[in-house]
């Protein structure tokens, strides 16, 4: 069974920082794209960074220069480091590995900005 779980969200001051991390179990890790998205309240799911199994990272316009995703295959972990947060980075980070029999998600974390 996979099971991907998010941690590291809460509350922060604009310009503050948080670092999402993202476990992964039942699957077999190191051979996935991993991505993170978000979901603004009221607004549709938006990709936020992805990286590749071998390590390329690409990254939604919004966020570039501020965010940076990485991975650690020994842990089976994906991380998203968030600096220079505004309000507008509120939403609920969910993590994702696409496969070709289905999208896998976990069950999200709240990340709220005040300004």
């Known amino acids: 069974q996979v099971q991907l779980v998010e941690s590291g969200g809460g509350l922060v001051q604009a310009g503050g920082s948080l670092r999402l991390s993202c476990a992964a179990s039942?699957?077999?890790?190191?051979?996935?794209?991993m991505g993170w998205y978000r979901q603004p309240p009221g607004k549709q799911r938006e990709l936020v960074a992805a990286?590749?199994?071998?390590?390329?990272?690409t990254y939604g316009d919004s966020v570039k220069g501020r965010f940076t995703i990485s991975r650690d295959n020994a842990k089976n972990t994906a991380y998203l480091q968030m600096n220079s947060l505004k309000p507008d980075d509120t939403a609920v980070y969910y993590c994702?590995?696409?496969?070709?029999?289905?999208?896998?998600w976990g069950r999200g974390t709240q990340v709220t900005v005040s300004s």
């Open positions: 994702n590995v696409p496969t070709i029999i289905r999208d896998y």
């Open positions: 039942g699957i077999m890790f190191s051979m996935f794209t």
């Open positions: 990286i590749t199994s071998g390590g390329t990272a």
